[in-house]
């Protein structure tokens, strides 16, 4: 893991007041970001609920009023209102507090422009450089976690602060502050999280699971998975995974649309009868058209957002189904799908190719492997969706397995810790096709394990099937 130390575990969810689960970064309710906020000091010291004084009877000892802050000048601790019944120092009954909500976070600049780069033994070659590039590049990305102020540190006005209005969102930290637009607490300027930090989702035969990891400030991958029956009565299981480009403007909104346009697009073609590949790659251009709309809308419509630079927003995408037997492919970008076989002693294997600066090297013969991935332009990508791409060129492949097995379908932020189809399959769960949303998570899991310096996605699904005998039928496009 990536932190220098660990801290003790909450008892309840500063968010929603329930108890965690042990080990969990993310609440199970609320989805509150359990890593932000510092846990209570097990020291805390003991409150008394004062009541009216009473007039000091004759010969009573005056004694001085108390200060406002101790030695330390640290403002003096405070009981929630109701935490438990009572009147404050002024004798006033404890009012109920509002119900804090999750709410949306807002994040920091983006990288620089994309650029061109290529080899000096190749012609130049169109190249978008993500900062999601160098696993271990903190600094390069530009990115960092954003650690929660204590709202006990916070600065203290001479008067309290105003009650949110009623329906008004309240600060998960100091359940008092109002939360801005923006996604700031205006007491103690606490960031909320974000419903995008981690999400996941189980249907019966696949199941996904995004996370955004330990170093970028918010989640820009997404995904969609879903079922739909062929003209045949049988099923079709579908899964998409998106990763936006760092480098460009709003790639949490372009891989959100791309997951949407390309999923919406196969329930619409599956259960008309048209192919699985056919259908896969005119999802892809649906999500290419989603992608370009997000540089068309006016100048004016993100002014608050005017500190970025104004590049097309853009992502990669890749996807499977799952449908008459046959396992469908399809991808634009770095984002990869894996074979793994439930008899983990049959070979596993990549069933993509990256559109990336060192996959093209290696494709051309200009250098081996081990040369173009240690090279800093390695993970530059060459295809991704957005309106500055120069040409759309989808890539589908179809497959027939022979025996039951796992697809995995990741974003690089978890096969950059697991690059190899044999180290791959060496962190999927052994039980991954009975519980595919357990193995998941714990993929996830890896990643984070590994330094999450990526967001992290993966979908899962189980491919069962009677064994026929060896070999496979593979018809690449």
Known sequence: MSQSHQQPALSRCPGCEEPPVAGDLFCGVCGYDLSAVPARPDDRPTMAITVPPAAPAAGAVRWPAAEETDSSDVPAPVVRPADVPGTDSGGRPLAEPDTPDAVSGRGAASPPEPVRAGGPEAEAVQVRHDDRADPGGAEASLDFALAAPDPRAAEHAAAPAAAPAPGAKVCVACHSGRVDPDGYCENCGHAQPRERDHMEQELDAVAAVSDRGLRHHRNEDS??????AL??????????????????????????????AANEALLESLPRGTHPQTAMHEAIVAASEAVNALAQEPAGAREHDAHRHQNAPACTLVGAIMAGGLLIVGWVGDSRVYW????????????TEDDSWAAQMVAAGLMNEAEAYADERAHAITGWLGADAYELEPHTAAFKPDRPGLVVVCTDGLWNYAESAEEMAAAVPADAQEQPLRAAQMLVGHALDGGGHDNVTVALLPFAVRPQGAGSACDTV
Do not use: H, K, N, Q
């Open 223 to 228: 995904f969609a998975v879903s079922s739909t």
């Open 340 to 351: 793994v076989p439930e008899d983990r002693t049959r070979p596993t294997a990549r069933l």
């Open 231 to 260: 003209p045949d009565g049988s099923a079709a299981v579908v899964a998409i995974v998106c990763d936006g480009v760092s480098s460009a403007s709003r790639p949490d909104e372009a891989s959100a649309a791309a997951a949407s």
